[in-house]
């Protein structure tokens, strides 16, 4: 299971991220563990200057804006579940 972070302090953007990453791990049918941290000086202790960020198995992703949801996608789906033999890696 994934655990994704999205760190921000709950504006609109941070909101709409968090609600693109739930409802594409519903639609994929990808369980996995969504945590929003607020926390200022953790969010910092991540380098994220820029809000909204998401980290992805303690990796930051993104920072800044709202993500695509192509980019999401990829995030839940993640390239290690997919062996490259069809080329859609």
Known sequence: MKNI??????CANCN???KLIEETAKAKGVEIQLEKVEDMAAILGYGVMSTPGVVVDGKVVHAG?????GAVEGWVGGAESCCGCC???
Do not use: I, N, R
């Open 5 to 10: 972070k999205v760190l921000g302090t709950g």
């Open 16 to 18: 709409a991220t968090m």
């Open 65 to 69: 804006g709202v993500p695509s949801k």
């Open 87 to 89: 080329g859609k890696e």
